[in-house]
């Protein structure tokens, strides 16, 4: 966590006051009595994610994930635990939700790891363009070399992965034809994408880039800002993204070029400060929940495919050939990474292994 003033720094120079607890327990992640590594005792949680809040049990499966995790943490510490979930980035905002987790100010979200790329540049292996192609070889990376050197990582920079959840994404036009390889593409058309490789990459194919958060693609569409939109299915879905485009682009039972790791994570200052019992229950919860999140991931894209169809888009699929061809406009931008970024190379490689 480099030089980050951490909350245990806090209370440290506070000399355990009661102001200095007070204002711990303002911050998030309070504790009280207990035995272990941390206090024990009850606690609050502060959980913030970007996507719409859940109604009836139904929305964005990562919202309902979040709340998932909240419910199985009460029940397994008897109430000690609270996590309270803040949903459409109304605590913070999604691209600050990592330094927010770094600083205490939240405990734990369910996070596009890549959004972080800026503190951690190393991050951007998450989100590499046309590295992972399908629901089968992001499964696979929890249990490979690659996902054991992003648990480290991730550890080293004040984060531990409770849940693996893994995107796909999606391409949709908002007036033409599906795009499936590079050949479709009209260059000079303003196209939007998460994440610097992604954009990198759309950009070798000929569009023009624009950045914005997945809640204002619909608006951008609608006044003609936006001609091509990237982003995960569920956010097409859950921002209703059909309703401006005419042809989809779905990665439903084929491949896709944009595959994001958005796990549920919480902070390892916030979780070693709960004590041993606390610190098993959270992790069990997520690890509870490790199913749910892939094959949510996956029913996400075929119920966004149906979206989109019953909305009247022209809907198409990604082949391995298809898959390919983006994947070969990807290498530079695989090898600006390999040789700009520390342990870059490696990455890579064991990414490509996956």
């Known amino acids: 966590m480099g030089n980050t003033f951490n909350r245990r720094d806090f209370l440290r120079v506070a000399g355990g006051t009661a102001a200095g607890a007070a204002l711990f327990g303002a911050a998030g992640c309070g504790s009280s009595g207990g035995s272990g590594s941390g206090g024990g005792g009850k606690v609050t949680l502060r959980l913030s994610h970007q996507w719409p809040k859940p109604s009836g049990g139904k929305g964005d499966f990562r919202a309902l994930l979040a709340d998932q995790f909240a419910d199985k943490v009460s029940k397994a510490t008897d109430g000690e635990v609270t996590i309270r979930v803040y949903p459409s980035a109304s605590l913070v905002k999604p691209d600050q939700q990592y330094k927010a987790l770094q600083?205490?100010?939240?405990?734990?979200?369910?996070f596009p790891l890549d959004y972080a790329s800026g503190i951690v540049p190393a991050y951007d292996i998450t989100l590499m363009p046309a590295i992972i192609k399908n629901h089968e070889e992001a499964r696979k990376w929890k249990d490979a070399e690659i996902g054991k050197r992003i648990d480290d990582l991730t550890q080293k920079n004040g984060a531990r992965i409770l849940t693996w959840i893994w995107n796909a994404g999606a391409i949709g036009v908002r007036k033409g034809p599906p795009v499936v390889s590079p050949?479709?593409?009209?260059?000079?058309?303003?196209?939007?994408?998460?994440?610097?490789?992604?954009?990198?990459?759309?950009?070798?194919?000929?569009?023009?880039?624009?950045?914005?958060?997945?809640?204002?693609?619909?608006?951008?569409m609608q006044t003609g800002v936006l001609d091509v939109a990237v982003t995960s299915t569920g956010s097409f879905r859950s921002y209703r993204i059909y309703e401006q485009t005419s042809s989809y682009t779905s990665p439903f039972k084929g491949n896709t070029f944009w595959f994001m790791f958005e796990p549920l994570i919480i902070g390892t200052d916030q979780l070693e400060q709960l004590s041993d019992d606390q610190q098993k229950a959270v992790i069990k919860a997520g690890q509870e929940l490790q199913e749910f999140g892939y094959t949510e991931s996956e029913a996400d894209d075929e119920k966004t495919e149906k979206a989109f169809k019953d909305a009247g888009n022209t809907i198409a699929?990604?082949?391995?050939?298809a898959h390919e061809k983006w994947q070969q406009i990807s290498k530079p931008v695989w090898d600006n990474f390999a040789s700009g970024v520390d342990g870059g190379q490696e990455l890579i490689d064991l990414a490509q292994k996956v």
């Not at 600083?103 to 369910?110: C, E, L, M, R």
């Open 183 to 220: 050949d479709d593409v009209s260059h000079g058309q303003v196209a939007r994408a998460a994440g610097t490789r992604v954009e990198q990459m759309l950009k070798r194919a000929g569009y023009s880039i624009t950045s914005m958060s997945s809640s204002e693609i619909y608006s951008a």
């Open 317 to 321: 699929h990604m082949d391995d050939a």
């Open 103 to 110: 600083q205490g100010t939240i405990d734990a979200s369910v």
